[in-house]
């Protein structure tokens, strides 16, 4: 299973992966049924999760609803930090994960708009550089590992900022590697197997490190680095299988 899915992963665009999802990740789910791990979205429970990303890392990938570690503390993060669930919001999701939106979608206070430049599943066609949206339209963007894979980051950054309404935020999760203090970045490298040997995956174009939060802030975020796995004790951070260095990442635009 793990070399079946570090080829797919490599090999298979990202449009393909999601539409193949549909049809397999069912049956799956019953072959991974157990009570060890569980899925705090879905709340289904499973002897272990599946192995996902292009070195086929173990145990990452929910076998129901598709989740990985940082979908599922984001989950969380939403139910206890955030009025999401509650309040009358607008709410734009680019690169929408398959574990949120339908979910998401059933909530009667969210005005709930998906929007990407490839995805299938994605209501609104757009490039996060140059989104078709007006300025100040959503209350909330959650925009999770988008970044890294994009030249224009800054520009990207502050398309984000543009439409968010004042007072709004929006949560920009990427990859960090927090033994870096600052992020490293070579526009001259280009070939898939070079950008994987620098960036860790063919269609990356950055590694980022400690200094992300200050990206951030150059873009105009008021930015709060969250350390909410804290709030998890050990065996829960391995039942849920979640990473323990994640940091959230939330970004208010400011009111005045």
Known sequence: ??????????????????????????????????????????EKSFRKFLPYGNKGADNRLCPNCLSLERHRLL????????????????????????????????LE???????????????????IRDMV???????????????????????????????LKKGGFAILQVPIDYNRDVTYEDASITSPAEREKNFGQYDHLRVYGKDYSKRLTKAGFEVVEDDFINNFSAEEIEKFRFDKNEIIYFCKKAIL
């Not at 959503?138 to 984000?160: G, P, R």
């Open 133 to 163: 949206f007006d300025s100040e339209k959503f209350d909330i963007v959650i925009c999770n590992h988008v970044l890294e894979h994009i030249d224009k980051e800054q520009v990207a950054m502050k398309e984000v900022l543009r439409v």
């Open 75 to 106: 989950w969380l993060y939403f139910k206890s930090k955030t009025k999401i669930f509650n309040d009358k919001l607008s709410l734009l999701h680019i690169a929408p994960e398959q574990p949120y939106i339908s979910r998401f979608k059933k």
């Open 109 to 127: 206070n969210l005005d709930y708009t998906t929007a990407d430049l490839v995805s299938p599943i994605a209501d609104v066609k757009t490039d």
């Open 1 to 42: 299973m793990k070399n079946i899915i570090k080829f797919l992963v490599r090999k298979v665009p990202r449009p393909i992966l999601i539409k193949l999802s549909l049809i397999f990740r069912k049956p799956i789910s019953l072959f991974y049924k157990g009570t060890k791990h569980e899925c705090p979205i879905c």
